[in-house]
T-cell receptor
Framework: DQQVKQNSPSLSVQEGRISILNCDYT??????FLWYKKYPAEGPTFLIS?????DKNEDGRFTVFLNKSAKHLSLHIVPSQPGDSAVYFC?????????????FGTGTRLTIIP | SAVISQKPSRDICQRGTSLTIQCQVD?????MFWYRQQPGQSLTLIAT?????????ESGFVIDKFPISRPNLTFSTLTVSNMSPEDSSIYLC???????????FGQGTRLTVV
């Protein structure tokens, strides 16, 4: 049972435009969400996170939006740069109820076209 | 931020043999984990490496197949035992400095079993 889903395996975006990566989850106990970026032959790098008490968190070019009622989060990258080409994973966890394991989505490969 | 070093970075092994992967962190950390990423799939938690006691394994993973050591707060090993081609994956060491928040990853070990 895939509790965290990234339905787009790949996405291509023109350099300078906005990249929007989407993630859906099914477990209503999840209350902390993260995005990771992964280059080939490297481990995932933490990008940005959001707690369920917020609906938006911003860090430079990266903004994460959380819609709890829809069980949906998205990562916006503006403007997109060639170095953003990577695989992006969303992840979720439930903190207060002791199930603190991170559950990952299957990833979206983002390609930025120069 | 701290450095998380894994070795080997990659290996090709014969079926039936075992491989031990090392993870070294350059500062003490309480929470240390091992993940697996099978080809085209998401990251899956294998176990939590507990310092001074037996690791805590997730459903589907057993100590006989994936023995883990954690002799101190900066080092852990994962052994993949009696390997078969189905064990071909990327194995990742991960740490969390604050429980229940962001996880940080080593560069991963790409294992191919032939």
């Amino acid at each position: 049972d895939q509790q965290v889903k990234q339905n787009s395996p790949s996405l291509s975006v023109q350099e300078g435009r906005i990249s929007i990566l989407n993630c859906d989850y099914t477990n209503s106990m999840f209350d902390y969400f993260l995005w990771y970026k992964k280059y080939p032959a490297e481990g995932p790098t933490f990008l940005i996170s959001i707690s369920s008490i917020k609906d938006k968190n911003e860090d430079g070019r990266f903004t994460v939006f959380l819609n709890k009622s829809a069980k949906h989060l998205s990562l916006h990258i503006v403007p997109s740069q060639p170095g953003d080409s990577a695989v992006y994973f969303c992840a979720a966890r439930s903190v207060p109820f002791g199930n603190e394991k991170l559950t990952f989505g299957t990833g979206t490969r983002l390609t930025i076209i120069p | 931020s701290a450095v998380i070093s894994q070795k080997p970075s990659r290996d090709i092994c014969q079926r039936g043999t075992s491989l031990t992967i090392q993870c070294q962190v350059d500062s003490q950390v309480t929470m240390m984990f091992w993940y697996r990423q099978q080809p085209g799939q998401s990251l899956t938690l294998i176990a939590t490496a507990n310092q001074g006691s037996e690791a805590t394994y997730e459903s589907g993973f057993v100590i006989d197949k994936f023995p883990i050591s954690r002799p101190n707060l900066t080092f852990s090993t994962l052994t993949v035992s009696n390997m078969s081609p189905e064990d071909s994956s990327i194995y990742l060491c991960s740490v969390e400095w604050t429980k229940g928040t962001e996880a940080f990853f080593g560069q991963g070990t790409r294992l191919t079993v032939v």
